[in-house]
Antibody, heavy 130, light 107 residues
Framework: QLQLQESGPGLVKPSETLSLACTAS??????????WGWIRQPPGKGLEWIGS???????YYNSSLKSRVTISIDTSKNEFSLKLNSVTAADTAMYYC??????????????????????WGKGTAVTVSS | EIVLTQFPGTLSLSPGERATLSCRAS???????LAWYQQKPGQGPRLLIF???TRATGIPDRFSGSGSGTDFTLTISRLEPEDFAVYYC????????FGGGTKVEIK
């Protein structure tokens, strides 16, 4: 059974780069069936999608963060990573990684298409402060 | 850009009662891409419903989803003590987007 575990520094200084990794166990992230994503949640607030990656390396980013985000994947380590540069206090949040199940309407037809995040990590708290 | 509005913001109910949570999109979205999640304090979200009405593996049948177009509903037929949590809807259009959440609290 797939498990995801986020890791990385819990404290990052303003203007520096936040770097997190998500390690998968129990299944390979090289499967063509899935995408892999990062989602964050500021304290007391809702969920915000940061970006996603396919095992072949295609990336998709939230337009509001696109200029600062890089997501990469290392299939040899069975992990994918998030880098967010030029961080500010507004980037303080719990960061989650998740497995995404996706089949488009054009690829799978309306009847069989889907998009959802079915496996989540426990999250890692990141504070941006000097 | 699509906006997802969840209401009410907070629902105060007693165990055994029925909970009806709403998720409204600012424009029509495909029900194929509508999902619901439950989040308890200190935990990551848990998938409940995908394709607007399909229960995820292991989700009790007291949870049901419905809707189409711009209006979607998550119903919990009889609240159990473990159901008091925050619930989020999520849609995928040009990119994934979550609603602001509904907190179901004990009355």
């Amino acid at each position: 059974q797939l498990q995801l575990q986020e890791s990385g520094p819990g404290l990052v200084k303003p203007s520096e780069t936040l770097s997190l990794a998500c390690t998968a166990s129990g299944a390979s992230i090289s499967s063509s069936s899935y995408y892999w994503g990062w989602i964050r949640q500021p304290p007391g607030k809702g969920l915000e999608w940061i970006g996603s990656i396919y095992y072949l390396g295609s990336t998709y980013y939230n337009s509001s963060l696109k200029s600062r985000v890089t997501i990469s994947i290392d299939t040899s380590k069975n992990e994918f990573s998030l880098k967010l540069n030029s961080v500010t206090a507004a980037d303080t949040a719990m960061y989650y990684c998740a497995r995404i199940q996706y089949c488009s309407i054009t690829g799978c037809s309306e009847t069989y298409s889907y998009y959802y995040m079915d496996v989540w990590g426990k999250g890692t708290a990141v504070t941006v402060s000097s | 850009e699509i906006v997802l509005t969840q209401f009410p913001g907070t629902l105060s109910l007693s165990p055994g009662e029925r909970a009806t949570l709403s998720c409204r999109a600012s424009q029509s979205v495909s029900s194929s891409y509508l999902a619901w999640y439950q989040q308890k304090p200190g935990q990551g979200p848990r998938l409940l419903i995908f394709r607007a009405s399909t229960r995820a593996t292991g989700i009790p049948d007291r949870f049901s989803g419905s809707g189409s177009g711009t209006d979607f509903t998550l119903t919990i037929s009889r609240l159990e003590p473990e159901d008091f949590a925050v619930y989020y809807c999520q849609q995928y259009g040009s990119s994934p987007l979550f609603g602001g959440g509904t907190k179901v609290e004990i009355k």
